[in-house]
């Protein structure tokens, strides 16, 4: 569109100077040069829109949208043609110019009214028409009587055509680009240009009627011909602005063109006004009207005739309108069963149909001028106030539910459509259409009682506590959920019979409504399984779940029998899960935790759901599976981290850490599967261990024939150390891979090393095999330093909580370090720090006089190769 604009003031101020330069030299250049300068640029632009009605033709197949644009191109064609033709030395140019002027403007006019969106009716462009025609004939009237009767006493009937018809056009061009129904930017332009052309054209045409008298006014021809020249091609070049702004769809009548519209009058009406003040000036002044005058006033009458003529055809068709619109509404209204009810801003009665009367026995008197709120149940008001006032706020539909009184004071059981109608001003209200639902409900309520209820007990069944559930959900309220169970329900019915089985699970129902709250859900959900929806926190939902499994715990005396239950009992979070089936899942998690912790005991415990448990528990189950024949599966795997001297960060060592690659679980730590592996029993540990230290010792041996001068170390738990056979199982290892004895460690950690003198025995025999001992992650347990003199070890691998500096102090980590690392060199213990991950890890260690390290800054654990590759890149060199 910007482009658009430059290339028009550009082509209008290069035309503009073109028109300038040659009509200085004289009216009669002046003329040659606005035929040869506004023709062909007229001539262009009906190109442009002939091609423009040809592509609307070929896409819709039809002649409708195309027709605008196509007449509006003829219009630049004639005009083009004929001014073109006035510049020629053969031909008369004021005939010809008058003969385009009539030709081109019917084509203009003809053109704007077919364009979609213009006038879409045959009534909408008849209005059009007559509008322009009374205006431009009001006003022609006014200045013919004003002025031009006696400047231009002999100007012709030719002259004369021309001049009106061109006042008609623009007015009628005016009026169509104002009113358009659709695509009004592109109306505009189009109206515009056209108004533009036609002014141009009649200008131009007026002026070469008096081309003869040239020579007495040439300043002024001169003007006049440039100024019609640069209409001419600016009106056609606007034209086809707008034509391209409109798309090719063809334009559906609008309401205010089938109905009628009055918005023409303010045009017409001050023209015509004007008409008539003039004329009483023109008699006051003692003017004569001439036969031009009479028949220009007696069009101006006839055009506000037929005007008038069509707005009270208009106004007739509208009141027969409302009048068959007020009969069918009226008809449906009266024969309908639905009450309709028209309520303003405030909720106030203003209306009611008569089927109120009929269906409620409702009068006008009971209800007009009154609040809703006082025809509604107080239970059903809020949420039906509620859903009215979202209405108002915007929402263009509601559903209500609410119990309604009639006339005779019950309550009816309704169901209402509401829709906001204020912005139509024959309702300018909610419109609210209630209808009794009375044997729908009570069937419903039948059916519920069937649905939700378990026929045993009278509690609410399984789906009827979730549907509830999932209803509090989804309203974001808080809740819990409690899950229990009678335990050794089974002996009951066992020993007793079905028959005082069915006699406990009903007095158990009756002390669970009892030990509820009004607002609480007790439901059955099993043979002796029930839960309770609640609205409280867990706090309180735990208060409510002891008094369950206290009330659940007294004896149930029946007839001829005393039967003695519990009942441990599952508190979760009603939100605190995806769905309603999940938190009862998790509150039975915590009541099998809570059967789990207090068997032996009695029963009657209460658990709260722990998600962590729930995780470690299903992990717990899963490996406890898998453990049997792990080694036989080959999934247990070592992984090797290199020990190295702190000063030139070449490796001595390599510490050896087992981990099993579970298909499912991913990789899990020797701390989570070897205590669930000792408490299995039948060997597993034991078999474990062994594995652990024949594959260390077998990767040492083929480290050190590969001439790698290195030690490895194997870590073992306290029951390992304390088994009777595992002195013999280590001696074993050695000699049967061929390592020396001092390049093997075994490492226990100080927070599982047994304090007794089984242990100190078991180091020393150990030492005594010439295996060497460490104890792992010192710092962490509960060895004092001075027991470090008694214990049989080697080596100290201090933890990284003894160097890391805590977040937020500022200073050196090195005073304890100080004191480990001189007390171990004075005991000739070796010292390793273990946990290194940052420079600063080192340099704190090195200062206290630690020589070894390991950790992630030296490099993390990882598989035999690629610890090679390592040890590659630091071999030490052969002694």
């Known amino acids: 569109m910007v482009g658009n604009l430059h290339t028009f003031w550009i082509v209008l101020l290069t035309a503009a100077a073109a028109l ?61 043609a004929g001014v073109s033709v006035t510049g020629l030395p053969w031909f008369d140019p004021g005939p010809v110019a008058a003969a385009t002027t009539l030709a081109a403007v019917p084509a203009y006019l003809l053109g704007l009214l077919l364009l979609p969106g213009a006038a879409p009716t045959l009534g909408a462009r008849l209005r059009r028409l007559v509008d322009g025609a009374g205006i431009g004939v009001s006003l022609f009237y006014c200045a013919w009587v004003l002025a031009l009767d006696r400047s231009t006493p002999a100007a012709g009937p030719l002259r004369l055509a021309v001049a009106l018809t061109g006042c008609v056009a623009v007015a009628v061009a005016v009026c169509t680009g104002l009113r358009a129904v659709r695509h009004r930017w592109a109306a505009l332009g189009c109206g515009g240009g056209a108004a533009l052309s036609i002014v141009g054209v009649d200008a131009y045409a007026l002026l070469l009627g008096h081309h003869r008298a040239w020579p007495e006014a040439p300043g002024v021809v001169v003007a006049g011909l440039v100024v019609a020249g640069l209409a001419m091609i600016a009106g056609p070049f606007l034209i086809v602005a707008g034509a391209r702004r409109a798309d090719d769809e063809p334009t559906r009548p609008h309401a205010a063109d089938e109905g009628g519209s009055f918005a023409g009058y303010p045009l017409f009406i001050g023209p015509a006004l004007l008409a008539v003040a ?250 002796a399984a029930f839960a309770v929806l609640t609205e409280a926190p867990l706090v309180h939902a735990f208060a409510l779940a002891t008094r369950l499994a206290t009330a659940l715990a007294e004896p149930f005396h029946l007839p001829g029998h005393t039967v003695h239950l519990a009942a441990d009992v599952g508190v979760a979070d009603l939100l605190g899960a995806g769905s309603v089936e999940e938190a009862l899942r998790h509150a039975d998690v915590a009541r099998r935790r809570a059967r789990q912790l207090a068997r032996g005991r009695g029963g009657g415990r209460v658990e709260c759901y722990d998600k962590s448990f729930e995780t470690a528990l299903v992990r717990r189950t899963e490996i406890e599976q898998q453990l049997p024949g792990v080694i036989g599966r080959g999934e247990l795997d070592l992984v090797f981290q290199p020990v190295a001297d702190l000063a030139t960060r070449q490796p001595v060592g390599a510490e050896a850490l087992l981990r099993w690659r579970h298909p499912r679980l991913g990789s899990i730590p020797p701390a989570e599967f070897l205590p669930i592996a000792e408490e299995l029993g039948g060997g597993i540990a034991d078999e474990i261990g062994e594995w652990v230290l024949h594959s260390a010792c077998r990767q040492l041996s083929r480290w050190r024939r590969d001439g790698r001068e290195l030690w490895i170390s194997v870590n073992v738990t306290a029951r390992q150390l304390t088994g009777d056979g595992w002195l013999a199982t280590v001696a074993t290892a050695v000699d049967t891979h061929c390592v020396p004895a001092e390049a093997l460690v075994v490492e226990v950690a100080e927070a599982a090393l047994p304090d007794d003198a089984f242990a100190v025995d078991q180091l020393a025999g150990l030492r005594a095999l010439g295996v060497r001992t460490a104890l792992d992650h010192f710092g962490t347990g509960p060895t004092a330093l001075a027991h470090l003199r008694r214990l049989p070890i ?82 030490i060199p052969l002694l």
């Open 20 to 80: 300038a330069a040659a009509a200085a030299i004289g009216p009669v250049p002046g003329l040659v040069a606005v035929a040869a300068v506004a023709g062909p640029a007229a001539l262009v632009r009906a190109g442009e829109l002939i091609r423009l009605a040809l592509r609307i033709h070929r896409g819709r197949g039809g002649f409708g949208p195309c027709r605008g644009a196509g007449f509006l191109g003829l219009g630049a064609l004639f005009t083009g």
């Open 278 to 527: 003039v004329s009483v000036f023109h008699l006051l002044t003692g003017g004569r009207f001439d036969g031009t005058s009479v028949a220009l006033g007696s069009a101006a009458f006839a055009a506000l005739a037929v005007r008038e003529f069509l707005a009270a055809r208009d106004i007739r068709r509208y009141a027969q309108a409302l009048a068959g619109r007020e009969a069918r509404f009226r008809t449906l209204v009266s024969g309908s069963t639905d009450v309709a009810i028209v309520l303003d801003a405030d909720l106030v009665v203003r209306w009611q149909s008569p089927a109120a009367a009929r269906q409620f026995g409702l009068s006008d008197q009971d209800t007009l001028g009154r609040p809703l709120t006082d025809l509604l149940h107080p239970a059903d008001a809020a949420p039906a106030i509620a859903a009215l006032r979202a209405v108002l706020d915007g929402h263009q539909h509601a559903l209500v539910q609410a119990r309604l009184r009639d006339g005779f004071g019950r309550w009816r059981d309704t169901e209402s459509t509401v829709s906001d109608q204020r912005a139509a001003p024959e309702v300018g209200g909610l419109v609210v259409h209630v209808r009794d639902i009375g044997d729908r409900a009570q069937l419903q309520r039948t059916l519920d009682e069937v649905t939700w209820t378990d026929d045993q007990t009278g509690l609410a069944n399984r789906r009827k506590f979730v549907a509830a559930a999932s209803e509090a959900r989804a309203g974001g309220r808080d809740g819990s959920l409690l899950a229990l169970e009678l335990e050794r329900f089974e002996s009951v019915a066992d020993l007793h019979g079905p028959a005082v089985a069915g006699a406990v699970l009903i007095e158990a129902a009756r002390r669970l409504r009892v030990a509820t709250a009004r607002d609480d859900l007790p439901a059955r959900l099993g043979t």
């Open 794 to 875: 080697d080596v100290l691998k201090i933890d990284q909580a003894l160097f890391s500096e805590p977040a937020g102090r500022r200073g050196p980590a090195t005073p304890i370090v100080d004191v480990v690392v001189g007390l171990a060199r004075r005991l000739g213990i070796d010292v390793i720090a273990c946990g290194l991950e940052t420079e600063s890890h080192v340099d704190v260690v090195r200062a206290a006089g630690c020589p070894l390290g390991q950790g992630f800054l030296i490099s993390p654990p990882d598989h035999a190769e690629h610890v090679e590759a390592y040890l590659e890149r630091h071999r």
